[in-house]
């Protein structure tokens, strides 16, 4: 940005007038830029205030009356403190539920290892004593006979 | 009541509203400068009215709750237009602008042109060639040129309300109408 453009900038700045011996020493370019600025400058308010709704504000803030605050102080907190008990209350007890079962299934699962561990019997029911005890264990052995 | 309020300054409207809480008086307060208001929030925006609603409203409402608290001794004015600035700018960055811009614009681009007199129909185009330059320009640069060229604001009141140097604000200001001016010409506006 050229010198002159900067020295009519610092004046509009102040809300003033550049004055004529700094706009007739400025180049043709700098000149246009120079107008331009001004142009939109000027028109800048008309454009705002066109699109501007005249209507004034209203603003309500909606206080609670005293009516409102008794209302809260002796329905709503009381409705609300219970609210968060039942709540509450439900909640422990469904922990609690929760971990009796689990102690429940820790224990069973206990018990069922220890009989595995402690006795063969799950095993020996399991099989036929009349095989353990039948010929086929004691059978002859097995004779090749080579026909060489 | 409203003729008292009338001859009241903007400090003595705020110590009449921190020991009362009338409405009125609060109302009265924020309409007195709803027009520099709506001008921020319109330049931020970039235009979008009905946008413009909510965002007074928010702005109302801080003030409202902040009003009480305020010292006298700042200044009135620079703090409700940053308060104006900052909502506007909070809304802008909350909502999908550009896909609400496009809408819009697809709306416009449908909709049959009204006949209007030659004279108000140049204007009204002369207008939306300066409005679309003004949209084209970065938030910031915007508010400024807002602040200083339409609101005549000291540019130390502007580094205020935007928590910038006086310096940076001098050079953006002057950026900013370099801005304008180079749009202008690809527009062909002059």
């Known amino acids: 940005m050229g010198k002159n453009l900067n020295t009519a900038q610092s004046f509009l700045d102040k809300n003033m007038d550049v004055p004529d011996n700094i706009l007739q020493s400025m180049t043709r370019e700098e000149l246009d830029t120079y107008h331009r600025m001004e142009y939109f400058r000027k028109n800048l308010t008309e454009v705002l205030d066109s699109e501007m709704d005249t209507a004034p504000l209203r603003f309500s803030s909606n206080i609670p009356d005293k009516k409102h605050t008794v209302l809260k102080r002796f329905l709503v907190l009381p409705a609300a403190t219970l609210f968060s008990i039942a709540v509450g209350f439900s909640l422990y007890h469904t922990v609690q539920l929760q971990k009796n079962y689990r102690e429940l299934v820790r224990e069973e699962t206990r018990n069922f290892i220890t009989t595995l561990t402690s006795s063969n019997a799950w095993w020996e029911s399991t099989v036929d004593e009349n095989a353990l005890s039948s010929d086929w264990f004691n059978a002859d052995p097995i004779v090749i006979k080579s026909s060489f | ?190």
């Not at chain 2, 001859?7 to 110590?15: G, H, P, R, T, V």
């Not at chain 2, 609060?26 to 309409?31: A, D, R, S």
């Not at chain 2, 109302?60 to 010292?71: R, T």
């Not at chain 2, 005549?152 to 109408?177: E, F, W």
């Open chain 2, 1 to 190: 009541m409203r003729q008292m309020i009338n001859n009241l300054s903007d400090d003595a409207c705020i110590k009449q509203f921190q020991n009362t809480g009338e409405e009125e008086v609060f109302n009265y307060l924020l309409n007195r400068h709803r027009v520099t208001m709506r001008r921020i929030i319109y330049s931020v925006l970039k235009g979008s009215k009905e946008d413009m609603e909510d965002v007074e409203q928010e702005i109302a409402l801080a003030l409202f709750k902040n009003l009480p608290s305020f010292s006298v001794k700042s200044s009135f004015t620079t703090y409700l237009y940053r308060i104006s600035r900052n909502k506007a700018v909070d809304f802008l960055r909350k909502t999908d602008r550009r896909r609400k811009i496009i809408n819009k614009a697809a709306l416009l681009s449908s909709r049959k042109p009204q006949e209007l007199p030659d004279e108000t129909l140049v204007k009204k185009s002369i207008h939306e060639e300066i409005k679309k330059v003004l949209f084209q320009l970065p938030e910031m640069e915007r508010t400024i040129l807002v602040l200083k060229d339409v609101e005549q604001l000291s540019l130390s009141d502007i580094g205020t309300i935007l928590h910038k140097p006086v310096g940076t604000v001098k050079s953006r200001l002057h950026r900013a109408r370099l801005h304008a001016a180079e749009r202008m010409k690809a527009r062909e506006i002059i």
